[in-house]
């Protein structure tokens, strides 16, 4: 028998919440009111059994991918995959580094098929995985730093734009991180490929070797962690401005490789007060108004 989530309504009545261990989920739908039902009930039947589907095969999940072959048998495992198939070769990456985005996507799959829905998105602990139909558009916040709700920009993706997915990394938050950025957001065609990009891109923005960089392997934070003893950053002290040009410009450079390949569909790279974009367009400064709050919740992940 399937263990069964929490599904709930919030306050609000228009947002979704589904959560069954760490995966919390914040889902809204726009449409006929007998289409919202629908795909509100397909994504809760999607998510009731997803956690124990990942758990199956969780040890071969904490393996470095193979760039080629995949063993994995599930449906969202394989999604997992397949977003970071394209940076096996050349960097280690194992398909945790997409299953937030990979799940956002899956039951926005669900909810689709189930349902004709104006606009949509699915929020996975900020990755988010997004459905867009005619002049319907979507707000989001560029935020400082993953660990932090403050929002220092928002972009606007329009239903005629590419980006379907969205996602952040960086060395705060609930994740480890190989790199030094205090946040890397990537739009991308899904979520799962934005969240593996933003892994990748995220590790590049980096000083090695610098003495004011601390770090530690990542298993002596977390025995489990996909990343074995590999050193992640724990903290960054003090580091010169020309530092800190140099770290943007090598997660820049990689950012570009990812644009050109037709992986990402633009980035924002934020270290230390300093933000560079790299093909995003739509980007505003302000302050994103109370009712996308959902958006930029940074909650938990597999």
Known sequence: MKRLPQIALLPDGKRLHL???PIDLIIEASGEVADVRAAYQAAANRFTGLLDELCAELVELRLAADPVR???EGVVARRMHAAVAPFAAEHFITPMAAVAGSVAEEILGAMLGAARLDRAYVNNGGDIALHLTGGAQFTIGLIDRPDHHGV?????????DGARGIATSGRHGRSFSLGIADAVTVLARTASQADAAATIIANAVDLPGHPAIARCPANELQPDSDLGARPVTRDV???????IDEALR???SRAQQLLAAGLIEGSALRLLGETVLVGATGIKAGVLPAFHASALERIAHV
């Open 250 to 252: 090598a997660g820049v």
């Open 152 to 160: 220092m920009q928002t972009i606007n993706i329009e239903s005629g």
């Open 70 to 72: 995949c063993k994995l």
């Open 237 to 243: 002290g003090a580091i010169r401005g020309s530092e």
């Open 19 to 21: 959560q069954d261990g």
